[in-house]
């Protein structure tokens, strides 16, 4: 039927990327593309940081690690997850996570290999771009709406950017450290991260790459009236 359709439901997160970059012009059009997402009164909220100097990349990686290691669970300005965790949103996200590592042969129990996943996400799955995506802290202050419109703008840039045959992973992982990559970006003070993109060439031979998470039946969560 429709391509975007089809852009859409094939769209998925991967978690292992060729080094190859993606151009500069191809991250441009990504970023054109994303910036016609609707957002209330037209506030256009977002404020990305594409980074694709390797060095920085790993400053931001290393720094987040380091924090970790030393006990600290997170350093945000978001709280992403829910602090109460109820059903059916625990039992989905356990079974994605279930799914993830038996896929993986990872044992729940071997604590070094999930942390090695996890850490992962810090080493950008080998992916060489990640759009850093921040907003106004005024414009959360007290108010959701910019959340609601970053969030739009987020799936627009995952959309566009499979148009080029790049594919992606959204993080809150960086979510949850987003006062450390502020920190190491050195943005103006007056910047919250949001969440990041990673963004790249999948690595078709990676087993991790094949994880399709379902989706409940629509008689779940659709009224119909
Ligand atoms: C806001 C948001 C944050 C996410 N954070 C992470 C993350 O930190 N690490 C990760 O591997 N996947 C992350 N994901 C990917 C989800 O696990 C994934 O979207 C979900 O399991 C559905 O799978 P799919 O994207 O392949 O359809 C995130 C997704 C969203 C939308």
Not at 84 to 95: A, G, I, S, T, V
């Amino acid at each position: 039927m429709s391509t975007i359709i089809d852009a859409i439901v094939n769209r998925s997160s991967k978690r292992a990327f060729l080094s190859t970059p993606v151009t500069q012009d191809i991250q441009e059009k990504i970023l054109k593309a994303a910036s016609m997402t609707p957002s209330g009164a037209n506030m256009q909220p977002w404020i990305t940081y594409a980074v694709s100097d390797e060095k920085v990349l790993k400053n931001i990686g290393d720094a987040i690690i380091d924090k970790m290691e030393s006990g600290v669970e997170h350093d945000q300005f978001i709280q992403y997850y829910p602090l109460k965790w109820k059903n059916p949103y625990k039992k989905r996200r356990l079974e994605t996570g279930i799914g993830l590592y038996t896929l993986m042969e990872v044992n729940k129990k071997d604590t070094i290999k999930r942390t090695e996943m996890w850490h992962n996400n810090f080493r950008w799955f080998g992916a060489s771009t990640v759009f850093f995506v921040f907003c106004d802290k005024d414009m959360i202050d007290g108010a959701q709406g910019a959340l609601i419109d970053c969030g739009a703008y987020m799936q627009t840039i995952m959309l566009a950017a499979s148009s080029f045959g790049i594919q992606s992973c959204p993080q809150g992982s960086t979510t949850e450290f987003g006062r450390v990559v502020a920190d190491v970006l050195n943005v103006p003070d007056n910047l919250a991260l949001l969440y990041s993109v990673v963004l790249g060439y999948e690595d078709r031979d990676a087993k991790i790459n094949t994880y399709q998470p379902k989706r409940v039946e629509m008689s779940e969560n659709v009224v119909f009236i």
